[in-house]
């Protein structure tokens, strides 16, 4: 089968395309044919093997996982002696990063208590859009940030995957919401309904005198004082990436302030796939409608976790295994 392959740490330019053998499902898998994967965090991180304490896990010289990618939508081939929650045909979709990666192939191996049915109403390149990116928006904004009626929110890195669907999520809520990210964003952004947006080269939120009840931030690129400063009092700030110095610096520190003033801060460690159920059904009700960079052919992955890199995207980067 063809799959991106990631032979040695360093650039995306130096990712390869080629063929390995097709994976057999264990007792407890099945086997998903690949229709559409999405670009994400994950895999400019990996890629790169940094930060370097993804070499922990990975290998610290070599990767010991040689198929990058994280999220995928596809149809189940064939399935393990063990599994009895789904059958060939099935159409699914999952967030790979807690299970060995391996989404950049026309093929992967998956556990059976990874996957999550695909709804009808929309396309595989669609819902390859959203595991990853979906459950940091939820669990940022709903669990961690404990979203109420009545507050002001603001998204930092808001054009982006966990920005386009955190939006969409907060619909239901009675709040105002604030995004910032680069001036070629903003305008997809007010489409979704943020109620104000910030070119972040232009205006640094953290400087303007306003404060808010939440902040969920994608960047995590200003010091944890900062971000304390442009809070409420009580309010909340949730970190879901970003410079591995920054998340080290608001976990450690975060927690002081928190203690002596009340403001919480805090790095949303994801727990992968959780609250996709919850996704889905908002999904199939129509209230999320991912917002698609792409389709791309398989072949420009490397090029495209580059571009991924630099931020320039909208929404999330989706490739099709068969464009």
Known sequence: MK?????????????????????????????????????????WGFVRGKPYIIRMFFGLRKPKINIPGVDVSGTIEAVGGNVKSFKI???IYCDLSECGLGGFAEYVCVPEKTLYRKTSNISHNDAAAIPHAGTLALQGLLEKGEVKSGQTILINGAGGGVGTLGIQILKPYDVTVTGVDSAEKLDLMKSLGFDSVMDYKKVDFTATGETYDLILDAKSN??????????KKGGKYVTVGGSMIRLLEIALIGSLISLFTGKKLSVLVLEANKGLDQISELVKQGHIKPIID???????????????????HKGKIVVEMEK
């Open 89 to 91: 045909g099935d159409d």
């Open 222 to 231: 200003r010091s944890v004082f900062k971000y304390a400063r442009a809070l």
């Open 3 to 43: 799959a991106i392959l990631l032979k040695e740490y360093g650039l995306p330019k130096d990712l390869e395309f080629g063929d390995v053998a097709k994976p057999v499902p264990k007792e407890n898998e099945v086997l998903v044919k690949v229709h559409s994967a999405s670009i994400n965090d994950w895999d």
């Open 294 to 312: 792409g389709p791309y052919e398989f072949e420009k992955i490397p090029e495209l976790i580059q571009y991924f890199g630099e931020g320039r």
